[in-house]
């Protein structure tokens, strides 16, 4: 399967508690995003690579969050000291080009205690 | 106001039916459009493109109408397999060039036997 993977599928914790998300990308896409989903909305973007230079951070990804690209390939995001606000699908999808389709992995749904 | 609104519906059909989903997006700016569908707990998914001139893929036809910041969606023939949420997506023309994607809250449309 050569699409974008992510890893874990499912992640329970206890408020408090830090986490950290992968993602692997299409190998060639040197677009990856970043997007939170929440029950009844549509995905909403939290931050953007360009090989490895993060170059957008929205407004919803406070202090407690950070999101790396090392080397340009893989991607991790990791949310420090758990909020139950933070239960959510992650999603991370890329794309080659700024107009071209985005294509998602499976997601990693993220429940706090 | 929502960057882009859709009707969440949801919209119960018989198979066999026509259904039209719409959508309207506020930055005149936007320059590529999309349909993705989503599943229940599933990843979004690319659906098609759409373009200033419309097209079509099998049962489904995409439109766009630029002044009035319109998107459509058109099923024809329903199976019971088109049963998902549609969502309706906008590229956000934001600076930098990011590409990065802004969701509808999604229609979900429920075919029955």
């Known amino acids: 399967d050569t699409g974008v993977s992510q890893d874990p599928r499912h992640k329970i914790t206890k408020r408090g508690q830090n986490v950290t998300f992968r993602c692997d990308p299409i190998?060639?896409?040197?677009?990856l995003y970043w997007y939170r989903q929440t029950l009844g909305q549509g995905p909403e973007f939290l931050t953007y690579f360009q090989n490895e230079a993060q170059l957008e951070k929205s407004r919803l990804l406070s202090d407690r969050f950070s999101a790396e690209r090392p080397k340009g390939s893989f991607s991790t995001l990791e949310i420090q000291r758990t909020e139950q606000g933070d239960s959510a699908m992650y999603l991370c999808?890329?794309?080659?080009?700024?107009?071209?389709?985005?294509?998602f992995g499976d997601g990693t749904r993220l429940s706090i205690l | 106001r929502k960057e882009v609104e859709q009707d969440p519906g949801p919209f119960n059909v018989p198979e066999g039916a026509t259904v039209a989903f719409n959508c309207t997006y506020s930055?005149?700016?936007?320059?590529?459009f999309f349909w993705y569908r989503q599943d229940c707990r599933k990843e979004p998914k690319l659906l098609m493109s759409?373009?200033?001139s419309g097209n079509e893929d099998g049962r489904f036809t995409a439109q766009l109408n630029r002044a009035s910041q319109y998107i459509s969606l058109l099923i024809r023939d329903s199976k019971l397999s088109d049963s998902a949420t549609y969502l309706c997506?906008?590229?956000?023309?934001?600076?930098?060039?990011?590409?990065?994607?802004?969701f509808g809250q999604g229609t979900t449309l429920q075919v029955k036997p």
């Open positions: 997506v906008v590229n956000s023309p934001g600076s930098g060039n990011t590409g990065k994607l802004i």
């Open positions: 190998s060639e896409h040197n677009r």
């Open positions: 999808a890329s794309t080659l080009g700024a107009g071209q389709p985005q294509h």
């Open positions: 930055n005149s700016a936007s320059q590529s």
């Open positions: 759409v373009y200033s």
